[in-house]
């Protein structure tokens, strides 16, 4: 197979110059895909400072020197990156049309195909295999841009989706309970079926993010647990979020609009609740990017409010999942915490540290992980350090990053401080648990 992105090649003749005579340039050898790199797929027009069209790329792999975006198109356009890159004619733009930045990378994940797709045998897709996939699930071993390649009975191939498909898939035989009657749908955010399923618990096949998969008399269908962007573990609340903006003294703090109603079987109680609510942001690594100070909302029945709250840390970047945590309803502490639960959870180099009462639950594909912990050290502290989660077999199912940090009034020994954790994958099955302290550092 000739990789394309390493081997040597001609660029067009018909790099046009201002006196629009053609010139030949000499072969010129190609960097390996990299970090910053472009790899072009087909003939590319390139630009002068003033976006001045003067001649014409090949398909080969080339250098990013800087990247900025632009206004594009006619009237006030659309914003779109440009790649500076080097040429004969010194550092000039170009803004392809079909292109990969930097590599491929190592993805290996679950791809839901619903259409058919065709095979090839090189990422640039100038090599048809001659075969084609039906709609199928399949296993990806490396992604590059908006291209996988997959295992095959033939061998290992590229395809690049045309028709819509789920990356990262969860193929399961899981018992899910629905509380309300539930629309089910084709496909996610497709068509509806016109159908619903009345309360009762489901087997489900197949999960991605909070979408689920079962069998059903229409055949396969998929149905979502719920509509709101985060709900609490009793789905109390029904949470959107709205506008947000970073504090204009403080860049690591957010000022944001929450909108926020009672869950479906929580409108049926007939008077007001006064709920104190917050949230965590974490990344699909299941770091905690964001979290919110508390808020309060009154509700009755379906009533809607606006909340205003403030957020430590930044939500531009990217987050996976959000959380509600119920803090009190009608001035009642909620009941999470229990005094009297076993505290067996210990790192033996930190035994003022402990955990215990810890459970987990499943929302779509990721595991929630809540409990207790306990910190024989007055005043405020950060704890810092990792849950691991083993099945029956002693087999490890997933490592959780742990960061708390207890109250600045923690009168020590013990006090339980709720805490919650966020893995993406399975932990719901879990046999035990194996607590590693980093570090233990005052914040007094």
């Known amino acids: 197979m000739r990789n394309r992105w390493i081997a040597v090649m001609l660029l067009v003749c018909g790099f046009v110059m201002l006196d629009d005579r053609c010139r030949a340039e000499a072969s010129l050898e190609l960097p390996h895909p990299g970090e910053d790199t472009i790899t072009l797929l087909e003939n590319t027009s390139v630009y002068g400072d003033q976006l001045k069209e003067v001649g014409l790329l090949g398909p080969q792999t080339l250098k990013i020197l800087k990247t900025r975006e632009v206004r594009w198109g006619h009237g006030e356009g659309y914003k779109r990156p440009i790649y500076l890159v080097s040429t004969w004619l010194g550092d000039r733009w170009i803004a392809p049309n079909r292109a990969l930045l930097g590599n491929p990378q190592p993805f290996v994940k679950k791809l ?41 009975r033939s061998g290992d191939k590229w395809i690049r989706p045309i028709n819509p498909f789920l990356e990262g898939i969860r193929e399961v035989q899981e018992d899910v309970e629905l509380l309300n009657l539930t629309p089910l749908m084709r496909h ?13 618990t489901v087997k489900v096949k197949e999960v991605w993010n909070n979408w689920h998969q079962i069998d059903s008399w229409l055949g396969p269908v998929w149905f979502k647990l719920y509509e709101a962007d985060a709900v609490d573990a009793r789905h ?6 709205g506008y ?9 703090l957010t000022h944001m609009t929450v909108n926020v109603n009672l869950g479906p079987k929580w409108r049926e109680v007939n008077e007001a609740m006064t709920i104190d609510f917050k949230f965590n942001w974490y990344n699909k690594n299941g ?3 964001a979290a919110s100070r508390t808020g309060r909302v009154e509700l009755n029945g379906a009533e809607k409010h606006s909340v205003d709250l403030l957020v430590d840390g930044s939500l531009d970047q990217w987050y996976a999942y959000a959380t509600v945590q119920i803090v009190r309803i009608n001035d009642k502490k909620a009941p999470e915490l229990d005094a009297s639960a076993a505290m067996d959870i210990v790192d033996p180099e930190h035994p003022k ?17 809540n409990g207790q912990f306990e910190l024989d050290t007055k005043g405020s502290h950060q704890v810092k350090g990792r849950i691991t989660f083993t099945d029956q077999k002693s087999q490890v199912m997933g490592t959780v990053p742990l960061e708390l940090i207890t109250d600045a009034d923690n009168p020590s020994k013990g006090i339980p401080f709720s805490f919650e954790c966020v893995f993406s994958g399975n932990l719901k099955y879990y046999a035990t648990v194996k607590l590693e302290v980093d570090s233990i550092t005052s914040l007094n």
């Open 112 to 152: 839901d195909l619903s259409g058919i797709e065709s095979l090839y045998n090189d990422p640039l897709l100038t090599e048809p295999s001659g075969g084609q996939l039906a709609p199928q699930i399949v296993t990806t071993k490396a992604k590059w841009d908006n291209l996988y390649l997959i295992e095959t």
């Open 188 to 200: 996610p955010y497709g068509l509806e079926t016109g159908s619903s399923l009345s309360p009762q």
């Open 236 to 241: 109390i609340l029904d949470v959107n979020f």
């Open 244 to 252: 947000q903006h970073i504090d204009e003294k403080d860049p690591k």
């Open 287 to 289: 770091e905690r990017v």
């Open 353 to 369: 540290f402990r955990l215990g009462n810890v459970s987990v639950r499943q929302d779509g594909e990721f595991s929630i992980i």
